[in-house]
């Protein structure tokens, strides 16, 4: 589900994106506004980005090898790292330069009214990529706050989006006050200030998907929801108690579990391989993206000392 989702959401952004940056870099040839230079830039950098995200998805499906064990699900996080870097650098390093240019060497704007046009029309294109993607969303956010299932979550591309749409939002909304204020007053340092503010709030941005896609490239581990499940799940049967336990995302939708588990004492062999494969079960039930497990079973040497 997370990943067609994301390739639903990825796909909306990049055709509203790709339409958005051609629109833009007309009006900013036509009015000479720096806002729509940082826009029209921006635009260019979130279309290449859904082309990466899409790109990671591809290569991630590659199967495993002796080299890559267990496959390429990271190329995900990897690309989406990219992704964030590639934000912060063309989007926000950008339109801090040409905000500040024009703040030293402030110029004035020709059919202004043009810019508005055509940033009511971007307007209207980001805010339908941004209800697609909070749609995809909301079939795997669950119970969570926003904020929570971008921080939280496993998959990549859908906090992507969802941050890269609304810098976009907010972003236009910048841009068309900049514009506005100096088609008003006649200033131009407001179109200029306008550009900074969009720097500003894209390395905001570009910094949290950063601090984030970086997180899932070390490896994190399961949900404590996900792990309390796992380690209820195991526990069961023939089996005394989870001794210890790891857990570590090799791919958005791929969970490895590692744990050492507390048989009863003097169980036949096959016993004890029917346990653990009935384990495997209970907790692939509970936790299907629990794909890879490995169980090693031990006795539990703390009833065992007390016993005696």
């Known amino acids: 589900m997370s990943a067609g989702g994301g390739t639903k959401a990825i796909v909306a952004a990049l055709v509203a994106n790709a339409g958005i940056a051609v629109a833009k870099f007309v009006g900013f040839l036509i009015t000479g506004s720096s806002s729509m230079l ?18 990671g998805q591809k290569t991630a499906q590659r199967r495993a090898t002796k080299l890559h064990p267990f496959g390429y699900g990271r190329d995900r996080y990897f690309w989406s790292f990219v992704v964030a870097l590639m934000l912060f650098t063309l989007g926000s390093v950008f339109a801090l330069y040409e ?50 299932f971008i921080r939280n979550s496993r998959t990549p591309e859908l906090p992507v989006v969802l941050l890269e749409d609304l810098g976009a939002l907010v972003g236009l909304v910048l841009a068309l006050l900049g514009v506005g204020l100096t088609t008003v007053t006649g200033d131009p340092v407001f179109d200029a200030l ?15 998907l950063i601090i984030e896609m970086k997180s899932l490239l070390i490896g994190e581990g399961a949900s404590d929801a996900d792990l309390d499940v796992i380690i209820d799940e195991l526990a069961a049967g023939k089996v005394q108690r989870v001794i210890h336990i790891k857990t570590q995302y090799i791919g958005p939708e791929e969970l490895l579990v590692a744990a050492k588990i507390a048989l009863e004492p003097r169980l ?10 009935d384990a495997e079960h209970r907790v692939r039930n509970k936790v299907p993206h629990a794909r890879l497990i490995y169980l090693e079973p031990d006795l539990d040497r703390s009833t065992v000392s007390t016993t005696s």
């Open 38 to 55: 940082a826009e029209s830039v921006h635009s260019v950098a979130d279309t290449s980005n859904q082309g990466l995200l899409l790109l």
């Open 99 to 148: 905000g500040i240019h024009k703040l030293q060497e402030p110029e004035g704007l020709s059919s202004p009214l043009v810019a508005v046009g055509i940033l009511v029309v971007a307007i209207g294109l980001e805010s339908y990529s941004f209800v697609t993607a909070i749609n995809e969303s909301k079939k795997i956010k669950g119970d969570a706050t926003w904020w929570g």
């Open 194 to 208: 306008g550009t900074i503010a969009i720097g500003v709030l894209l390395g905001i941005i570009a910094v949290i």
């Open 268 to 277: 036949p062999l096959d016993e004890v391989a029917q346990a653990i494969n």
